[in-house]
């Protein structure tokens, strides 16, 4: 019988991150939510609420508990991580970090891009850029997630896992608005902005995130893995997965050299190979047979 871990999970109340909790409890697991009181978990968990970014608050809230796993859901910055690192020094066994696709900086290569391509032990960490200002944590999100990694591995406190998470799709309570947005232009006629070459990239199924991340607390590997379903999606065909929920209509595309872009409407690749985490054992689908069930999850019925 499987034995019951007490796992920690840092914010993930929405979206994939309560799916992730939801397959905690369903395991028998004993799971702790920490953030900052803004949501309330699920039943069935217990609740702590503190500022990360507050390292004697979160040291306090944590007291003398010790968990067997903790799943980091809302580390943005290499001073998240410091704080993180030196409370929970001692007191979990694994260290599970949702990271990024933006890690890497994707140049034109075809080929789809391995973790080895971002090494964290190799990234410098500057804790003195204006990490607290959310404009430039904005504008520097991949670097913000790979010097969190970095701090996480350069000096390791305990096993350390970076998940790579590409974009993710599915869902009826996708917050992000990407999907609508491409919607509404096909309902309106409205353009639909795109630079002169647009590349594919490879997706994520919400519930498939999920999956992989319960999958992770429970493995021993350490390091980077990246998460990605099988195959490439061009921006065509998700527009038309789109557009096959409606009641008709298409995107119309206009061309922009240097102006905002649609979302998924990428000026660079987004390609992440996924063979590490397949040989590790974990089973990916197809981002194509995935695909129109989480377009029409997140639309709903086309009125």
Known sequence: MRKAREV????????????????????????????????????????????????????EAVGTRVFDVVLDQVCYTPRQAAVARRVFSGRTGRYVMTSTVEVYEHEDSEELVPEGAVDPATV???LELPWDEPEFLEAHYGEGKRQAEAVFTTDPAFPFVSVRVAHVLGGDDDFTGRLQHYADRIRTGAPVAVPPVTHPATYINVEEIADFLFWAAGEDFTGPVNAASHGLLSLDQLTTAVAAQLSGGAPVFEVTESGEVSPFAFRRRYGMDNSRATRLGFTFGDVRQWLPKAVAETLGKDD
Do not use: C, M, Q, W
Request: charged share 25%; no cysteine; hydrophobic share 45%.
């Open 8 to 59: 920690l999970v840092i914010g993930g109340n929405r979206y994939f991150g309560k799916r992730l909790i939801a397959r905690l409890v369903a395991a028998g697991d004993r799971v702790t939510v920490l953030n900052r009181g803004s949501s309330s978990p699920p039943p069935g968990v217990v609740h702590l609420v503190a500022d990360r970014d507050d390292e004697k608050a979160l040291a």
């Open 124 to 126: 410098a960490v500057d």
